[in-house]
C-alpha cells in the first residue's frame, strides 16, 4: 500500500518535483515534517512510546511541523496530537468495524475517479497526504490502484464527457493540494475543454496543516481558471487555526475563492459543545463556513474515535442554540450505496 512509503518519494514519483534545490518553501516543509514518533514525542517534551512505534507500522506517522508547533508541548491528551499519534487502540478489532466501510472500491469505475452522487464526481490527482489521520476512513483505501498520474488523465476526462451531468468535479485524494501548482493548472486546463462543468471543488486539509501551500501563486492560479472555485478546509478543533491558517484563508478569500470547512466528530478531540462552538466562532473569523460535521466513518482501527448518535445530536443541538444557523454544520453520515450524505435529523 502506498501509504508505506516514503511521502517524499511518493511526491517526487507522482507529481515530478523539480530537484530539492528548487522546491517550493512548502516542498521543503513537507520534507522537514515529522514522519518518526519518537521525534515527535521529543519534540512535544513526552517520554518515548515504543507501543506507538508499532502500531505506527501499518499507516506510518506524518505531520508537518507548522501542525506541531499548534500542539501544547508535555500533554499527551492535546487533542491536535490525538488525531496523529497511533495508539495501541487502533489495532483493537470491533464488530462493525471493517477495511471498507464505504464500499469506495465498487463505485470506483476506473483509477482515479470516484462517481456515487449525481452532477459531481470525485477525482483523486494523488494518493498522499501531507498529515495522516488516524480516523481516516481511507487508511486502508487501495491508493496503489488510484496512482493517477497524466497517464489517467485522457480516461478521467473522457469519463466526464460521456457524463455531462457531472457539472462539479471534486479534487479528493490524498490530498489534492500535494501535487505541484504546474500539474494543478495543467488539470484544470483540461477541465476547461468541457464546458458542462462549471465548478471545481477541493477537498484539503493543507490549508490547516500546511498553510505555506496556499502561496499568492496558486490563489491566482485557481482565480484565473473560470470556474467558480470552493475550497473545503478539513479542521476538526479550534486550536487548529493560527495566524498562518488565518493568513492562507484571507489570501484564497481575496481571490473570490468560497470557504467551507467540514469535521469529523472525534472522541477525545471535539465531542465537547464548547470546543465545538469556538470551531465554528474561529471559523467565522476567517470566512469560512462550517459545512459538514461527519459522523466517524467505521473503519479499523478507528473504533476508540466513536461518538455515540445520542450524544452528537445533543452536541448539535447545543451547537443550534449558541450560533447564528449559519455556523451549525450539517450532522451527516455516509452510508455505503447511498445517494447522498445522510442528514442526521435531531427530532427524537
Ligand atoms: C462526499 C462526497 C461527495 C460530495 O458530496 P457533497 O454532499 O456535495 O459535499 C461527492 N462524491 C462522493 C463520492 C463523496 O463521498
Ligand atoms: S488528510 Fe484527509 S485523506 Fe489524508 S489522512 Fe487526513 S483525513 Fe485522510
Request: proline letters at 7%.
Amino acid at each position: 500500500m502506498i501509504l508505506h512509503y516514503d511521502v517524499f518519494k511518493m511526491v517526487l514519483m507522482i507529481t515530478r518535483l523539480p530537484p530539492p534545490q528548487q522546491a517550493e518553501d512548502w516542498q521543503q516543509q513537507l520534507v522537514d515534517g515529522f514522519t518518526d514518533v519518537s521525534a515527535l514525542l521529543t519534540f512535544l517534551n513526552l517520554p518515548e512510546d515504543a507501543f506507538a512505534q508499532q502500531v505506527e507500522r501499518s499507516f506510518p506517522l506524518r505531520v508537518p511541523r507548522a501542525f506541531a508547533v499548534r500542539m501544547c508541548k508535555g500533554d499527551r491528551n492535546d487533542p491536535l496530537l490525538r488525531q496523529v499519534l497511533p495508539v495501541g487502540d487502533e489495532t483493537n478489532r470491533v464488530p462493525g468495524f471493517s477495511l471498507d466501510p464505504l464500499s469506495e472500491k465498487q463505485h470506483n469505475p476506473q483509477p482515479g475517479i470516484l462517481h456515487k452522487y449525481q452532477g459531481r464526481a470525485l477525482v483523486t490527482l494523488t494518493g498522499v497526504c501531507a498529515v495522516h489521520c488516524r480516523y481516516c476512513f481511507r487508511r486502508h483505501f487501495p491508493y496503489a490502484d488510484n496512482q493517477v498520474g497524466r497517464k489517467h488523465w485522457p480516461d478521467i476526462l473522457a469519463y466526464l464527457q460521456a457524463h455531462p451531468q457531472i457539472h462539479e468535479v471534486i479534487l479528493s485524494g490524498g490530498d489534492p493540494l500535494m501535487v505541484q501548482d504546474a500539474i494543478l493548472q495543467a488539470f484544470i486546463e483540461q477541465l476547461k475543454q468541457l464546458p458542462q462543468v462549471t465548478t471545481l471543488r477541493i477537498h484539503s486539509r493543507l490549508p490547516i496543516v500546511l498553510p505555506d501551500r496556499v502561496t499568492p501563486a496558486l490563489g491566482r492560479l485557481l482565480a484565473d481558471s473560470g470556474l467558480r472555485v470552493v475550497m473545503v478546509s478539513h479542521c476538526n478543533h479550534p486550536q487548529e487555526i493560527d495566524e498562518s491558517v488565518a493568513r492562507a484563508a484571507h489570501l484564497l478569500r481575496a481571490h473570490q475563492i468560497h470557504l467551507l470547512n467540514q469535521a469529523v466528530l472525534l472522541r477525545g478531540v471535539n465531542d465537547e459543545a464548547q470546543t465545538l462552538v469556538q470551531l465554528s466562532k474561529r471559523l467565522w473569523e476567517i470566512d469560512t463556513l462550517p459545512y459538514y460535521l461527519h459522523v466517524l466513518d467505521q473503519v479499523h482501527g478507528a473504533a476508540h474515535f466513536a461518538v455515540c448518535l445520542s450524544v452528537a445530536k445533543q452536541l448539535l443541538q447545543t451547537m443550534l442554540g449558541q450560533l447564528p444557523g449559519y455556523l451549525v454544520p450539517k450532522l451527516v453520515r455516509e452510508e455505503a450505496g447511498a445517494a447522498s450524505k445522510i442528514l442526521i435529523s435531531l427530532e427524537q
